[in-house]
């Protein structure tokens, strides 16, 4: 069955470090992978989406890259801050779905 | 202004009960969702309608019954309700079918069966 794996274990990092969370996946082929913030007690919030065919893709400090050989995205936070803590989650749709299947999130705290 | 809001927040009730969400977006969307998270903090696909049209019934129980009124608004509806039904339950939209779009969040309501 289809399997999406994030980092479980909390990732605590150095302010002013890069943060480098892991999408990993099985039995699956998406089309689309999106990752998303969410803050306790609130709901996800929109990070950003890349495509099967995109190799990388950024905003601001944010990067994304997305290999469907090794099957894995990595989601980077340059030059973190302690307002990037929260839990992050990657979430893969397919092309022939209307659905996104969501990992279960690594939890970041950027230490001050 | 909430772009997609939910309510209650908080719902504490008894097994066997009958309890209901409801969820409203101003972003002028064409597709709704709920979504639900269970302690594990998983988050599940439920039910998705596009322009009041149910496209998403995932194997969830009868017990839960979508309706979705208009396109802005899809309320949940969950009948003789089990201890294994409390968690937080999300309501979210998408500009519309596109398998690229964006989706927007309520807050969450989070379901206590006692």
């Known amino acids: 069955s289809q399997k999406i794996e994030q980092n479980s274990e909390a990732l605590n990092i150095q302010e002013g470090k890069t943060a480098t969370l892991t999408c990993n996946y099985t039995?699956?082929?998406?089309?689309?992978l999106q990752w998303y913030r969410q803050d306790p007690g609130r709901g996800p919030v929109f990070l950003l989406l890349i495509r099967e065919n995109e190799k990388e893709k950024r905003k601001e400090r944010l990067k994304v890259t997305f290999d469907t050989t090794l099957k894995q995205s990595l989601f980077h936070i340059t030059a973190s801050q302690p307002a990037d803590s929260a839990t992050y989650l990657c979430a893969l749709g397919g092309s022939g779905t209307y659905k996104y299947i969501f990992g279960t999130g690594t939890r970041l705290k950027v230490l001050a | 202004d909430t772009a997609v809001s939910q309510t209650p927040k908080y719902l504490v009730t008894q097994m066997g009960n009958d309890k209901s969400i409801k969820c409203e977006q101003n972003?002028?969307?064409?597709?709704m969702y709920w979504y639900k998270q269970d302690s594990k903090k998983f988050l599940k696909i439920m039910f998705s309608y596009n322009n009041k049209e149910l496209i998403i019934n995932e194997t969830v129980p009868n017990r839960f019954s979508p309706k979705s009124p208009d396109k802005a608004h899809l309320n949940l509806h969950i009948n003789s309700l089990e201890l294994g039904d409390s968690a937080v339950y999300f309501c979210?939209?998408?500009?519309?079918?596109?398998?690229?779009?964006?989706?927007?969040f309520g807050e969450g309501s989070r379901l206590t069966v006692l």
């Open positions: 972003l002028g969307h064409d597709t």
């Open positions: 979210a939209s998408s500009q519309d079918l596109a398998r690229d779009g964006e989706l927007f």
């Open positions: 039995n699956y082929s998406p089309a689309y």
